[in-house]
């Protein structure tokens, strides 16, 4: 079960990578690598900072309870 939560912000990581911080308080890289991931947003500041407060599925409140944090 997908569990949505909203983005509240963005960092970058130290290979230049950006990471979507959300309100749970997880973080979780949103990269554009078509065709696998497609997210042409994440390559401008504007386009960024438009999808705050957007919903993405996050990947470690749904894990099971040993890996959950």
Request: proline residues 9%.
């Amino acid at each position: 079960m997908a569990i949505a939560k909203r983005i509240t912000g963005f960092h970058q990581d130290a290979d230049g990578l950006w990471i979507a911080e959300l309100e749970c308080g997880h973080q979780q890289h949103v990269r554009h690598n078509p065709p696998w991931e497609v997210r042409p947003w994440v390559q401008a500041e504007a386009t960024r900072q438009a999808k705050i407060g957007a919903p993405l599925e996050c990947v470690m409140c749904r894990a099971p309870f040993p890996w959950r944090h």
